[in-house]
């Protein structure tokens, strides 16, 4: 009923800047809190940012000042910028939303991006 599709992920150098993008479709009333997360295998998927419908944002220490993250409500969407990119934010990139489809909201989650940062 709903999808989210990321999509910005690629190979970049350190120093550089990707931007990422999640896309929510299907049967949506409304959405909440939207958030990124990220994920090195063999360890835990950690909370990247995330963002409220009005716009209040929180980040992981790890890239405050670095990343930023915003939402376009009329299209669905959440982005986040990654600016001065090291190669310890290698990862999958995640996105999941709130999203009420008849009465309550669930969290429903993408499919993930790959973000390689080379030294």
């Known amino acids: 009923q709903v999808q989210l599709v990321e999509s910005g992920g690629g190979l970049v150098q350190a120093g550089g800047s990707l931007r990422l993008s999640c896309a929510a479709s299907?049967?949506?009333?409304?959405?909440?809190?939207m958030r990124w997360h990220r994920q090195v295998p063999g360890k835990q998927r950690e909370l990247v940012a995330g963002?409220?419908?009005?716009?209040?944002?929180n980040y992981a220490d790890s890239v405050k000042g670095r990343f930023t993250i915003s939402r376009d409500n009329a299209k669905n969407t959440v982005y986040l910028q990654m600016n001065s990119l090291k190669p310890e934010d290698t990862a999958v990139y995640y996105c999941?939303?709130?999203?009420?489809?008849?009465?309550?909201?669930?969290?429903?989650w993408g499919q993930g991006t790959q973000v390689t940062v080379s030294s």
């Open positions: 963002i409220t419908k009005a716009g209040s944002t």
């Open positions: 999941d939303a709130d999203v009420r489809v008849y009465f309550a909201f669930n969290a429903y």
């Open positions: 299907g049967s949506i009333r409304d959405i909440g809190a």
